[in-house]
C-alpha cells in the first residue's frame, strides 16, 4: 500500500472516528440497531409500580388541545412512583420538551419508541445508556402541560416511522390492536 493511501486510509479513520464521538444520535443508532431487528414484544409490563393494567383508562386517541390528539395513556400514581422500562433499549433522549415536561424516550426491540412524559425526576439514566427492561428511569409526577394535574405518567408508544400505537393492549396482555 502506497503512502498516500495509508494517508487516505488513515484520514477515513480518523473523520469517521470523530463523527462517532461527536454525534450522540450516530452512536445512539448504531448501539441500537441490534435492536431494530428484533421483535416488537406481544405484550408489555406496566411502567408504573403497583398499579394494574386494568385501572388504566384507554385514552388513546382522544382529542386535546391544538386540534392534537393523545398520542398515548395516561397512568395515575402518587407522586415519586418509580417508573420502570416497559423493554430493553437504548436511551434516546433525557430532558425536558414543553408538553411532556421531563421525558425519556427508549427505543426498543423493533425500532419502536417507548415515550414516558410528565416525570418528577429522573432516574441515573443517560443518552446512549443501553437499559434492560425494568430499568428505573425515573418517578412519577406532573411536569410539562400536566403542571397542576393529579401525578401521573404519559406512555406512548410509537413505530420505527414514529406513527402512534395505543400501548394499552399489550399493557393489558391482549393482542395488538390497530391505531387510530
Known amino acids: 500500500m502506497g503512502a498516500r493511501m495509508k494517508g487516505c486510509l488513515a484520514a477515513s479513520v480518523v473523520a469517521a472516528l470523530s463523527a462517532w464521538l461527536l454525534m450522540p444520535w450516530l452512536r445512539v443508532m448504531c448501539w441500537g440497531l441490534p435492536l431494530c431487528f428484533k421483535g416488537e414484544p406481544a405484550r408489555l409490563p406496566m411502567p408504573v409500580s403497583r398499579v394494574r393494567a386494568l385501572d388504566v383508562a384507554d385514552t388513546f386517541g382522544a382529542p ?19 417508573i420502570l422500562s416497559t423493554t430493553a433499549g437504548v436511551v434516546v433522549s433525557v430532558g425536558d420538551n414543553r408538553l411532556g415536561g421531563h421525558a425519556v424516550q427508549i427505543l426498543g426491540p423493533g425500532g419502536q419508541w417507548h415515550y414516558y412524559a410528565h416525570l418528577e425526576t429522573f432516574g441515573e439514566i443517560r443518552i446512549g445508556q443501553r437499559v434492560p427492561a425494568g430499568f428505573p428511569i425515573g418517578t412519577v409526577g406532573d411536569s410539562g402541560n400536566a403542571k397542576g394535574t393529579p401525578p401521573h405518567l404519559h406512555y406512548g408508544t410509537y413505530s420505527l416511522f414514529m406513527k402512534a400505537e395505543d400501548p394499552l393492549p399489550r399493557l393489558r396482555g391482549r393482542a395488538r ?3 387510530w
Not at 386535546?64 to 418509580?82: K, M, Y
Open 177 to 179: 390492536m390497530g391505531s
Open 64 to 82: 386535546r388541545s391544538g386540534g392534537r390528539r393523545h398520542e398515548g395513556v395516561d397512568i395515575f400514581a402518587p407522586r415519586h412512583t418509580p
